[in-house]
């Protein structure tokens, strides 16, 4: 995932934004390995072993090669700028790499902008607590991940070369441990300290700085990537600590003059990018840590679910739903709360998740607290989040948010027609004008109102499918189609006022 996503190698494009959740619905009697930063989810119908047979009948399992389909897309969640750092002595492959991420990481222009939205955080760029707080450093990961033998960043660096890093905010540094690993893991979910101290800075140029400061920042000649990239390929410890001081001067001057304030006071929006970098982040240090619970907790378990990607999240946000920062998003079924998270920080909107694995629960919270550090971090403020635990069918604090959510994400493509069809009761409680994205559609193909089923609650839906593109979901690289209901009774009341 490594949102690589769970940790995801630098992406060529920006579009790893991930997420989340479609399910992986192929025929096989072979139990599988689980899929990473996926949740597994109980329909809450289950009551006895005969009845978890008839379930089984209905559900289909995931096959082993899917397991790998999943993997491969994940590698394609990393931000900007694809690949490990270059070590050859030829710049110009650097250069090359350097020029996609500017490219990549362009300012797109909003065609509806949410001008209620403040992006900044004003208590990270303030004294409070002196800008400490609790967080996953880079520099923790190695010891962490028990999995991974890890081994200097570049032949000749003395093991355990710690330096820091400044980011946008006033807060503290993050430590790194110039480490990579010896030998890549079977998922890819490496972390590699050097990428993401590369990632960080053309972050940081692309979004916090003035297009005066930007061309100082990156330029091909004294730019701080650049020489980050002539220090590694060098292989020279003293430059790259000296380039690293550099910025961090450099940019804790910027904040001190209230030059990045500024800048990010006059954004009403994140770019998908940036929040597919902190999403990242944050799952990197946690539920990439964390993958062990999940894969055993999900081996005996009959339904697997996989996750929409950032970028397919980034389009159910901002153009199917058009999701407002004054709004409440619902995810049902909502996993290690990657959704969730995407929501709260892309569009700035008050975001529940409601899920009830228990590992995976466990993963979702230590993923918030990261997350939420992470926003500090980059001096970024997001939504209200809330995880809860349970069936979201008898959850009390989803019943009692649904009537107010504004768009609700559920993924029901492996749910028993029993769990759908009680979906759709839970639907008739939701707001007039509420968008419902799935993965199957709630209303059967053909349905039309008569007056024998005038009071079914499919006539409350109006439906659009939709299709995605390639490489939009975490399990097969193929193209697919998706729904967007939205909840309209005005047709019941027009058919019943024709027929009175």
Known sequence: MSFNYLLKKPSASTQSLQIRKEVVTTKTTTRTAPLLNVASRSNGLQTSRAHTKHTQDRVRRTPSHTVQKHREATR??????????????????????????????????????????????????????EGVFSMVHAADIPSLDRATKYIPSFEGLPENTEVSLQYPSASQRERYLLMQPRTKRSDNNDFNALEDIVHVMHQVIAHYLPPSKRELFDNDATGYPKRLHRAINRRSEDELKTVIQDWNDALRNLQSEGVISKVLDEYHSIKPDLVERILSQACARTVSLGVKSLREYENGTDNVYGELLPRFVSRILREDTQLKSHQTFVDLGSGVGNVVLQAALEVGCESWGCEMMKNTCDLAEQQRAEFQARCRLWGLAAGEIHLERGDFLSNAAIAKILPKADVVLVNNQAFTPQLNERLTSLFLDLKEGCRIVSLKSFVPAGHKISARNLYSPFNVLEVEQKE??????????????YYVSRKDSRKIKAFAARNE
């Open 468 to 481: 995605y593109f390639s490489e939009c979901v975490s399990w097969t690289a193929a193209p697919g189609t």
């Open 76 to 129: 394609k969640r990393r931000t900007p700028s694809q690949g490990l750092v270059n070590f050859s002595s030829d710049d110009s492959e650097l250069e090359e790499e350097d020029e996609g991420s500017r490219k990549k990481v362009k300012p797109e222009s909003d065609k509806d902008p949410d001008l209620k939205r403040q992006v900044r955080n004003k208590k990270a760029f303030s004294d409070d607590d």
